[in-house]
């Protein structure tokens, strides 16, 4: 099994985090672009994702990012 590793979302510059909190999907509202608040970067078996929270209803929404990200 493995550890989830958390990182520093906010050691981003602030461009980046502009665009991975603004570039979501949200799969209760069915809805993309909403936005996300309160993130938290974390990775997990060699993957990295940003979890946050929707800034229409609230569910959690989780990107994962991919080599095209970095």
């Keep these: 099994m493995s550890e989830r590793i958390e990182r520093d979302f ?3 510059d602030a461009e980046e985090q ?3 909190l603004e570039q979501t999907w949200c799969d209760n509202c ?3 672009n909403l936005g996300m ?3 938290v ?3 997990l078996n060699d ?3 940003i979890e ?3 800034s229409k209803c609230g569910e959690v929404i989780v990107t994962e ?3 095209e990200d970095f």
Excluded: H, I, N, S
């Design 10 to 12: 906010f050691a981003r």
């Design 18 to 20: 502009k665009a991975f």
């Design 30 to 32: 069915m809805e993309a």
């Design 37 to 39: 608040g309160e993130p």
């Design 41 to 43: 970067e974390y990775e």
């Design 47 to 49: 993957t990295v994702f």
């Design 52 to 54: 946050g929270k929707c």
């Design 65 to 67: 990012l991919t080599d």
